[in-house]
């Protein structure tokens, strides 16, 4: 089966441009995430998608970055104007949805290898 | 938001048994505990989810105390390659759909 696709893999640009990244998630998985992480931290939530829906971007910067998921599956993070503290790894991951009776179950999370983004 | 907070980092020797705490004082009732190791320039991946009492699986161990206010991953017998860093998460009932945070983890440094 085949993983989570990402790409580019590495990008360097210059503060004020712009980038888009993409991403692929697995076969059939409703949910998105794209997660940014800084050298030495965790990976912070920029934004969920149900499908095609928005689930949360409460962190997500919105003055600069933008994101789509156009029919439910595929999916691009666009940062305009890029500034120095956007370099970081920017990771898709994608999930199933589970639900048992009585509980919710937080659904196992499939990553890509990330895209490296290098601002100068 | 239900946090969690391990170490910051453990060291260990190959072949020893490797404990990671983590504590999670306000896990809600319907939240499950769940864990994921990362490697350097990789994403992370998923090791093991539990909600009560013991878990195993191939790669490691979760136990849960019945308060469920901490959990603890047992790695067996570590290798150089369990080098990682280790994430602690707790599911988030807050709103109608599941969060995934990630804390800071723990650094696991396996020495030979």
């Known amino acids: 089966e085949a993983g989570v696709a990402q790409s580019p893999r590495y990008k360097i640009i210059e503060k004020r441009q712009s980038v888009a990244f993409w991403c692929n998630p697995i076969?059939?998985?409703?949910?998105l995430y794209w997660y940014q992480q800084i050298l030495g931290q965790g990976p912070k939530l920029l934004i969920q998608?149900?499908?095609?829906?928005?689930?949360?971007d409460s962190q997500l910067p919105k003055d600069r970055f933008s994101a789509e998921r156009l029919k439910g599956v595929d999916s691009t993070l666009k940062i305009q104007p890029a500034k120095l503290e956007d370099s970081a790894v920017y990771l898709c991951?994608?999930?199933?949805?589970?639900?048992?009776?009585?509980?919710?179950?937080?659904?196992?999370?499939?990553f890509g290898e990330g895209s490296r983004l290098t601002v100068l | 938001l239900a946090k969690t907070t391990q170490p910051i980092s453990m060291d260990s020797y190959e072949g020893q048994e490797v404990n990671i705490t983590c504590s999670h004082n306000?896990?809600?009732?319907?939240?499950?505990i769940t864990w994921y190791q990362q490697f350097p320039s990789q994403g992370p991946r998923f090791i093991i989810q539990?909600?009560?009492t013991k878990v195993t699986n191939e790669v490691a161990s979760l136990f849960i105390p019945a308060d469920r206010k901490s959990s603890t991953l047992s790695l067996p017998r570590v290798s150089l390659s369990d080098t990682a860093v280790y994430y602690c998460?707790?599911?988030?009932?807050?709103?109608?759909?599941?969060?995934?945070?990630f804390g800071p983890g723990t650094s696991l440094s396996v020495i030979p």
């Open positions: 991951a994608s999930s199933l949805d589970l639900g048992l009776a009585g509980g919710r179950v937080t659904g196992e999370l499939f």
């Open positions: 076969s059939g998985h409703a949910t």
């Open positions: 998608f149900q499908n095609n829906g928005v689930v949360d």
């Open positions: 306000n896990i809600a009732t319907n939240d499950y």
């Open positions: 539990g909600y009560k």
């Open positions: 998460l707790v599911g988030d009932t807050e709103t109608s759909y599941d969060k995934v945070i």
